[in-house]
Protein backbone atom coordinates (compact mmCIF):
# COMPACT_ATOMS: atom_id res chain seq x y z
CA UNK A 1 0.00 0.00 0.00
CA UNK A 2 0.86 3.28 -0.23
CA UNK A 3 3.03 5.19 2.06
CA UNK A 4 2.79 8.55 3.55
CA UNK A 5 5.86 10.39 5.57
CA UNK A 6 5.99 13.89 7.20
CA UNK A 7 8.54 16.00 8.36
CA UNK A 8 9.69 17.14 10.79
CA UNK A 9 8.12 15.18 13.40
CA UNK A 10 8.31 17.64 15.98
CA UNK A 11 8.74 21.45 15.46
CA UNK A 12 9.15 24.65 17.50
CA UNK A 13 8.46 27.63 16.60
CA UNK A 14 8.34 31.42 18.45
CA UNK A 15 4.75 33.05 18.27
CA UNK A 16 4.90 35.25 14.64
CA UNK A 17 7.38 33.04 12.65
CA UNK A 18 6.53 31.37 9.90
CA UNK A 19 6.81 27.24 8.88
CA UNK A 20 6.49 24.50 6.53
CA UNK A 21 5.70 21.16 6.85
CA UNK A 22 6.25 18.29 4.22
CA UNK A 23 4.44 15.08 3.25
CA UNK A 24 6.30 12.31 0.84
CA UNK A 25 4.03 9.74 -0.51
CA UNK A 26 4.63 7.08 -2.29
CA UNK A 27 2.14 6.29 -5.09
CA UNK A 28 -0.44 8.38 -7.27
CA UNK A 29 -3.02 9.77 -5.13
CA UNK A 30 -6.40 10.86 -6.12
CA UNK A 31 -7.22 12.27 -2.35
CA UNK A 32 -4.57 14.21 -0.25
CA UNK A 33 -5.88 15.85 3.04
CA UNK A 34 -4.27 17.92 5.42
CA UNK A 35 -5.52 17.84 9.41
CA UNK A 36 -4.89 19.41 12.35
CA UNK A 37 -5.97 16.93 15.55
CA UNK A 38 -7.28 19.45 18.38
CA UNK A 39 -6.14 18.05 22.32
CA UNK A 40 -9.14 16.55 22.58
CA UNK A 41 -8.56 14.89 19.31
CA UNK A 42 -10.63 16.35 16.76
CA UNK A 43 -9.62 15.97 12.89
CA UNK A 44 -10.00 19.27 12.00
CA UNK A 45 -10.16 19.49 8.25
CA UNK A 46 -7.42 22.23 6.86
CA UNK A 47 -7.37 21.21 3.04
CA UNK A 48 -8.76 18.86 0.31
CA UNK A 49 -5.91 19.23 -2.20
CA UNK A 50 -4.60 16.07 -4.19
CA UNK A 51 -2.89 18.78 -6.40
CA UNK A 52 -2.63 22.42 -7.21
CA UNK A 53 -2.46 24.99 -4.53
CA UNK A 54 -4.92 26.59 -2.10
CA UNK A 55 -5.30 29.20 0.76
CA UNK A 56 -7.09 29.96 3.50
CA UNK A 57 -6.59 32.86 6.26
CA UNK A 58 -2.77 32.54 7.37
CA UNK A 59 -2.70 28.57 5.97
CA UNK A 60 -1.80 27.17 2.50
CA UNK A 61 -1.05 24.38 1.12
CA UNK A 62 0.89 22.94 -2.13
CA UNK A 63 0.56 19.60 -3.20
CA UNK A 64 2.80 18.46 -6.77
CA UNK A 65 1.42 15.04 -7.35
CA UNK A 66 4.14 14.41 -10.03
CA UNK A 67 6.62 14.49 -7.81
CA UNK A 68 4.76 12.61 -5.19
CA UNK A 69 4.62 15.39 -2.50
CA UNK A 70 2.76 17.98 -0.52
CA UNK A 71 3.64 21.24 1.92
CA UNK A 72 1.56 22.88 4.10
CA UNK A 73 2.78 26.36 5.08
CA UNK A 74 1.90 28.45 8.57
CA UNK A 75 2.66 32.18 8.28
CA UNK A 76 2.31 34.18 11.29
CA UNK A 77 1.80 31.25 13.53
CA UNK A 78 -0.08 32.06 16.68
CA UNK A 79 -0.02 29.79 20.13
CA UNK A 80 -3.46 28.35 18.73
CA UNK A 81 -1.62 26.70 15.99
CA UNK A 82 0.09 24.12 18.63
CA UNK A 83 -0.78 20.53 17.90
CA UNK A 84 -0.55 17.67 15.81
CA UNK A 85 -0.87 17.72 12.41
CA UNK A 86 -1.74 15.45 9.80
CA UNK A 87 -1.53 14.36 6.24
CA UNK A 88 -3.25 11.71 5.02
CA UNK A 89 -3.25 10.51 0.97
CA UNK A 90 -5.51 7.66 -0.87
CA UNK A 91 -3.68 5.66 -3.54
CA UNK A 92 -5.67 6.40 -7.09
CA UNK A 93 -5.39 2.50 -7.76
CA UNK A 94 -8.70 0.36 -8.21
CA UNK A 95 -9.66 -0.94 -4.71
CA UNK A 96 -8.52 1.25 -2.70
CA UNK A 97 -10.81 2.69 -0.07
CA UNK A 98 -8.79 4.29 2.60
CA UNK A 99 -6.89 7.32 3.57
CA UNK A 100 -3.30 6.26 4.73
CA UNK A 101 -1.74 8.60 7.60
CA UNK A 102 1.87 9.63 8.05
CA UNK A 103 3.09 9.89 12.11
CA UNK A 104 2.19 13.65 12.14
CA UNK A 105 4.15 16.89 12.88
CA UNK A 106 3.70 18.27 16.27
CA UNK A 107 3.79 21.97 16.51
CA UNK A 108 4.37 23.60 19.02
CA UNK A 109 4.12 27.71 19.28
CA UNK A 110 5.42 29.59 22.39
CA UNK A 111 4.57 33.01 23.18
CA UNK B 1 -18.19 20.94 13.23
CA UNK B 2 -18.16 18.61 10.59
CA UNK B 3 -21.94 17.44 11.21
CA UNK B 4 -20.19 13.79 12.27
CA UNK B 5 -21.69 12.75 15.35
CA UNK B 6 -20.24 9.68 17.65
CA UNK B 7 -20.72 8.21 20.91
CA UNK B 8 -20.13 7.23 23.48
CA UNK B 9 -17.28 9.91 23.69
CA UNK B 10 -15.49 7.46 26.72
CA UNK B 11 -15.78 4.10 27.17
CA UNK B 12 -14.05 1.99 29.72
CA UNK B 13 -14.37 -1.90 29.32
CA UNK B 14 -12.39 -4.91 30.69
CA UNK B 15 -10.65 -7.27 28.70
CA UNK B 16 -12.96 -10.09 27.02
CA UNK B 17 -15.62 -8.24 26.73
CA UNK B 18 -17.21 -6.51 23.85
CA UNK B 19 -18.09 -3.00 22.73
CA UNK B 20 -20.35 -1.07 20.22
CA UNK B 21 -19.39 2.72 18.97
CA UNK B 22 -22.14 4.42 16.94
CA UNK B 23 -21.31 7.08 14.38
CA UNK B 24 -23.72 9.17 12.46
CA UNK B 25 -22.69 10.24 8.98
CA UNK B 26 -23.33 14.17 7.86
CA UNK B 27 -26.16 14.89 5.47
CA UNK B 28 -25.64 14.14 1.76
CA UNK B 29 -22.69 11.28 3.08
CA UNK B 30 -23.02 7.43 2.30
CA UNK B 31 -20.15 6.25 2.80
CA UNK B 32 -18.60 5.38 6.55
CA UNK B 33 -15.02 4.67 7.25
CA UNK B 34 -13.91 3.80 10.99
CA UNK B 35 -10.17 4.18 12.22
CA UNK B 36 -8.04 3.39 15.43
CA UNK B 37 -5.64 5.88 16.40
CA UNK B 38 -3.28 4.54 19.10
CA UNK B 39 -1.25 6.91 21.28
CA UNK B 40 1.20 9.13 19.70
CA UNK B 41 0.61 7.61 16.21
CA UNK B 42 -1.45 8.18 12.89
CA UNK B 43 -4.98 6.82 12.39
CA UNK B 44 -4.94 3.26 10.74
CA UNK B 45 -7.90 2.56 8.79
CA UNK B 46 -10.06 -0.59 10.32
CA UNK B 47 -12.79 -0.83 7.51
CA UNK B 48 -15.38 1.73 4.83
CA UNK B 49 -18.94 0.54 4.62
CA UNK B 50 -21.02 1.92 1.40
CA UNK B 51 -24.72 0.67 0.57
CA UNK B 52 -24.53 -1.27 4.34
CA UNK B 53 -21.74 -3.20 3.04
CA UNK B 54 -18.17 -4.04 3.93
CA UNK B 55 -16.06 -2.73 0.60
CA UNK B 56 -12.41 -2.11 2.24
CA UNK B 57 -10.75 -3.61 5.21
CA UNK B 58 -7.63 -2.67 6.77
CA UNK B 59 -5.35 -5.13 8.64
CA UNK B 60 -7.35 -5.79 11.50
CA UNK B 61 -8.97 -9.45 12.86
CA UNK B 62 -12.55 -10.72 11.97
CA UNK B 63 -13.32 -9.46 15.61
CA UNK B 64 -13.53 -6.06 14.56
CA UNK B 65 -16.74 -6.05 12.86
CA UNK B 66 -19.51 -3.20 11.47
CA UNK B 67 -22.62 -2.28 10.42
CA UNK B 68 -24.12 0.55 8.52
CA UNK B 69 -27.71 1.61 8.55
CA UNK B 70 -30.07 2.67 5.99
CA UNK B 71 -29.89 6.08 7.37
CA UNK B 72 -26.11 5.97 6.52
CA UNK B 73 -25.31 6.04 10.73
CA UNK B 74 -22.80 3.03 11.37
CA UNK B 75 -21.61 0.52 14.46
CA UNK B 76 -18.11 -0.83 14.92
CA UNK B 77 -18.07 -3.99 17.29
CA UNK B 78 -15.04 -5.34 19.04
CA UNK B 79 -15.37 -8.82 20.42
CA UNK B 80 -12.77 -10.37 22.89
CA UNK B 81 -11.40 -6.88 23.60
CA UNK B 82 -7.62 -6.44 24.45
CA UNK B 83 -5.70 -3.97 26.09
CA UNK B 84 -3.56 -3.33 23.08
CA UNK B 85 -7.49 -2.22 21.88
CA UNK B 86 -6.74 1.06 24.03
CA UNK B 87 -7.25 3.50 21.30
CA UNK B 88 -9.43 6.49 19.84
CA UNK B 89 -11.78 5.59 17.68
CA UNK B 90 -12.62 7.91 14.61
CA UNK B 91 -15.15 7.59 12.22
CA UNK B 92 -15.31 9.21 8.97
CA UNK B 93 -18.04 10.00 6.38
CA UNK B 94 -17.88 11.19 2.91
CA UNK B 95 -19.29 10.65 -0.40
CA UNK B 96 -18.20 7.18 -2.30
CA UNK B 97 -14.67 7.69 -4.01
CA UNK B 98 -11.92 10.06 -3.85
CA UNK B 99 -13.73 12.53 -2.49
CA UNK B 100 -12.80 14.45 1.11
CA UNK B 101 -13.38 13.04 4.81
CA UNK B 102 -15.01 14.21 7.64
CA UNK B 103 -14.23 13.40 10.94
CA UNK B 104 -16.35 12.86 14.11
CA UNK B 105 -14.98 13.84 17.42
CA UNK B 106 -13.94 10.33 18.26
CA UNK B 107 -14.81 7.69 21.18
CA UNK B 108 -11.82 7.28 23.79
CA UNK B 109 -11.55 3.35 24.61
CA UNK B 110 -9.80 2.15 27.78
CA UNK B 111 -9.42 -1.33 28.20
CA UNK B 112 -8.44 -2.69 31.84
Known amino acids: GIQVEQSPPDLILQEGANSTLRCNFS?????LQWFHQNPWGQLINLFY???GTKQNGRLSATTVATERYSLLYISSSQTTDSGVYFC?????????????FGKGTKLSVIP | ETGVTQSPTHLIKTRGQQVTLRCSSQ?????VSWYQQALGQGPQFIFQ???????GRGNFPPRFSGLQFPNYSSELNVNALELDDSALYLC???????????FGPGTRLTVT
Open chain 1, 88 to 100: AAKDSGAGSYQLT
Open chain 2, 49 to 55: YYREEEN
Open chain 2, 92 to 102: ASSRQGPYEQY
Open chain 2, 27 to 31: SGHNT
Open chain 1, 49 to 51: IPS
Open chain 1, 27 to 31: DSVNN
